[in-house]
């Protein structure tokens, strides 16, 4: 659930979780305009490469309005 500026509360559901090498991460999908409201989180997953600093993969949840 998220609260609007206007005071009005919009709720999403989780759709997918979907987890990604960074190398081959799917920008198109993730930031294209959608029809409706919908939320995109994305963080890291996977191994921990030490000698980069940073996880190998990127996991997204999708998420729609419910």
Do not use: M, N, Q
């Not at 759709?15 to 294209?32: E, G, L, Q, R």
């Not at 939320?39 to 600093?53: H, K, M, N, P, Q």
């Amino acid at each position: 659930t998220v609260a609007r500026t206007d005071g009005s509360l919009a709720h999403f559901s989780v759709s997918a979780v979907t987890p990604v090498p960074k190398k081959a991460f799917p920008t198109d999908a993730v930031f294209a305009p959608t029809a409706e409201p919908t939320l995109r989180l994305i963080t890291c997953t996977g191994a921990f490469d030490r000698s980069i600093g940073h996880y190998v993969d990127s996991l997204i949840v999708w998420a729609v309005p419910t």
